[in-house]
């Protein structure tokens, strides 16, 4: 028995894709800092010698 998918109007769905794009916008801004530190403090061992 499966459920039936709701039906959004065209507003609705506008809405959600935007929601949508914002947090994977915003996923993306944190994946990119996390890559920045991790590559900040690899190169800071790797010149301290360490």
Known sequence: MALEP?????EEAAAFYRRRKGRNIGMLV???ALVAI????TMAKL???G
């Open 30 to 32: 944190v994946l990119v």
């Open 38 to 41: 991790f590559y900040a403090i």
């Open 6 to 10: 709701a039906r959004m109007t065209e």
């Open 47 to 49: 010149t301290s010698g």
